[in-house]
């Protein structure tokens, strides 16, 4: 199976600030990696898939950028609402599978 | 809209089986490959498996080969996913997740959830 692994593990963060969200895949996937943001006793929301695509009502402070092993997701200005657990995923092969996770705490 | 609603949360004995529903609306339900995620307390997701609502083929993961059955009732447009042998490690909330047409093919419609706990 491939591997994804995110950095960091958690951040602290201030709204208004930049923050970047980093995924590596153990082995070249295109552009087969999506994006999701999870708030806690909720399920998962699709944020941008293939890549750099954004899902319909996404915020447009959120982008992702990056193909192959190497990934990014951004979130311009963080607002309140954008404090969450973020995972990727890459849905190269039929074994999907995510990231361990990032959360974005105050 | 596109609606996945799942059923309650279930208590079971080391050793017996689950079996957790997905009903979907607001979309024709045998367009769309529909995915099993779980996710054990404090941890990630974890991808299960996929099923096809049109013909029923399925595709698991490979972990749990042999203990998990995904099946589908067309008339109804649910999805149902039943694990058996279950150990305390299945402990997890489980989630139905709709296949995207998209670019890539992300799980872009989630339901809320089914807490699936295992305890003697």
């Known amino acids: 199976d491939i591997q994804m692994t995110q950095s960091p593990s958690s951040l602290s963060a201030s709204v208004g600030d930049r923050v970047t969200i980093t995924c590596r895949a153990s082995q070249s996937i295109s552009s087969y990696l999506n994006w999701y943001q999870q708030k806690p006793g909720k399920a998962p929301k699709l944020l941008i898939y293939a890549a750099s695509s954004f899902q319909s009502g996404v915020p447009s402070r959120f982008s992702g950028s990056g193909s192959g092993t190497d990934f990014t997701l951004t979130i311009s200005s963080l607002q309140p609402e954008d404090f969450a657990t973020y995972y990727c995923q890459q849905s190269y092969t039929t074994a999907w599978t995510f990231g361990q996770g990032t959360k974005v705490e105050i | 809209q596109v609606q996945l609603v799942q059923s309650g949360a279930e208590v079971k004995k080391p050793g017996a089986s689950v079996k957790v529903s997905c009903k979907a609306s607001g979309y024709t339900f045998t367009s769309y490959y529909m995915h099993w995620v779980r996710q054990a307390p404090g941890q990630g997701l974890e991808w299960m498996g996929i099923i096809n609502p049109s013909g029923g083929s399925t595709n698991y993961a490979q972990k749990l080969q042999g203990r998990v059955t995904m099946t589908r009732d067309t008339s109804t447009s649910t999805v149902y996913m039943e694990l058996s042998s279950l150990r305390s490690e299945d402990t997890a909330v489980y989630f139905c997740?709709?296949?995207?047409?998209?670019?890539?093919?992300?799980?872009?419609?989630w339901g809320q959830g089914t807490l699936v706990t295992v305890s003697s």
């Open positions: 997740a709709r296949r995207s047409a998209a670019a890539g093919a992300p799980f872009d419609y």
